[in-house]
């Protein structure tokens, strides 16, 4: 079974640009989850999306938002880039909601300049 | 506000011996808690998880502990290896009605080093 698969890798953008980052879950898997990972701050919640409806969100601006498609595979944009958006930016996925063990990704290394 | 706090940003341990990693936690509606570990350039791997109605759950050489009166787990690695080395984060979250769960919230991982 493949596992969760997160492109592209690595992204270099400039201050202002937007960026779109997408996730492909574990086959069968309906709940995404994403996370922001910087140094010193652990992993952030962004927002959780199953059954192609946000179900919760974490506490990031609105330039950050998100969206799930039929095939649960999901897609991240962030509006109006910052430096201080620079991070690892990783999306897990469970069976379902209960999420007793999400499988991660292997992130998307994003880099603003 | 922290829900979950590592406080140990890192440790050190002799190979072979035993690496213990805290983690504490301040919402007593959690009720699921998990550890990860995470190597550099890859995305965090689950290790192990614990129900609140359990105080210990092991698997292998990695053996977690809760104590729900003072919020507090552990994960205790025997022996530990140079492959341990890692950063491990600490997860909370409580399942909520219908089978679904309010959103996993990490801790800030401690970095684990273990000297060959």
């Known amino acids: 079974k493949a596992g969760v698969t997160q492109t592209p890798r690595y992204l270099i953008k400039t201050r202002g640009q937007q960026v779109t980052l997408s996730c492909s879950p574990i086959s069968g898997h309906r709940s995404v989850s994403w996370y922001q990972q910087t140094p010193g701050q652990g992993l952030q919640f962004l927002f959780e999306?199953?059954?192609?409806?946000?179900?919760n969100k974490g506490n990031f601006p609105g330039r950050f938002s998100g969206r799930q498609f039929s095939n649960s595979r999901s897609e991240m944009n962030v509006s109006t880039l910052e430096l201080g958006d620079s991070a690892l930016y990783l999306c897990?996925?469970?069976?379902?909601?209960?999420?007793?063990?999400?499988?991660f990704g292997q992130g998307t290394r994003l880099t603003v300049v | 506000d922290q829900q979950v706090k590592q406080n140990s940003p890192s440790l050190s341990v002799q190979e072979g011996r035993i690496s213990i990693l805290n983690c504490d936690y301040t919402n007593s509606m959690f009720d699921y808690f998990l550890w990860y570990k995470k190597y550099p350039a890859e995305g965090p791997t689950f290790l192990i998880s614990?129900?609140?109605?359990?105080d210990k759950n092991e698997d292998g050489r990695f053996t977690v502990f809760l104590n729900k009166s003072a919020k507090h787990l552990s994960l205790h690695i025997v022996p530990s290896q140079p492959g341990d080395s890692a950063v491990y984060f600490c997860?909370?979250?409580?399942?909520?009605?219908?089978?679904?769960?309010?959103?996993?919230?990490f801790g800030k991982g401690t970095k684990l080093t273990v000297n060959p």
């Open positions: 999306y199953f059954s192609e409806t946000q179900r």
């Open positions: 997860a909370a979250m409580r399942h909520v009605f219908q089978g679904g769960s309010e959103k996993l919230v």
């Open positions: 897990a996925s469970s069976p379902n909601r209960a999420r007793t063990r999400a499988f």
């Open positions: 614990i129900s609140s109605i359990k």
